[in-house]
């Protein structure tokens, strides 16, 4: 099993770095040429949405990309830091900032799970992870 760690500042101009970089294991470990666009929609919104947690959130830590590379599948985890409530959890009359940012963070989980049939999200109160897992093509063999 390989893996690739990248870690960026929460900055959106990190996002297209990493998907870049996420094209380009995925391709490596064998994920279908076809599914690569849907690799870098799917890290591109992932990644945007850790920025926007560590930005409104004022945390400074990095966002942290595993790019997982197993025999039959490729995997990517996104990391954020940011405290993640559970629905119901905020006081009643939650600012209405507070509630337009959460409906944005489930459209995004909403275009991540459109662009990818296996994924887990979870998280607590001290981060969040992001995992979706794309299927890879056996190696190739070489010829004798």
Do not use: N, Y
């Not at 770095?17 to 094209?23: F, K, M, W, Y």
């Not at 949405?49 to 590379?69: D, N």
């Not at 459209?107 to 890879?136: K, Q």
């Amino acid at each position: 099993m390989a893996t690739v760690e990248l870690r960026f500042s929460a900055l959106p101009e990190h996002v297209r770095t990493a998907r870049l970089v996420a094209a380009a294991v995925a391709r490596r470990a064998g994920v279908d040429e076809a599914v690569l666009d849907e690799v870098r929609l799917a890290v591109g919104e992932a990644c945007s949405r850790a920025v926007g947690l560590h930005q409104s959130g004022g945390i400074t830590a990095p966002v942290k990309v595993s790019l997982i590379e197993d025999e039959k599948q490729f995997s990517i985890e996104v990391g954020d830091e940011a405290p993640h409530t559970v629905p119901g959890d905020q006081a009643p009359g939650a600012d209405a900032v507070a509630e337009a940012e959460a409906e944005e963070d489930e459209m995004g989980l909403a275009v991540i799970s459109g662009l990818v049939d296996d994924v887990e999200v979870s998280a607590g109160e001290h981060g969040g992870l992001i995992r979706m897992t794309w299927p890879a093509a056996l190696p190739a063999t070489p010829l004798a």
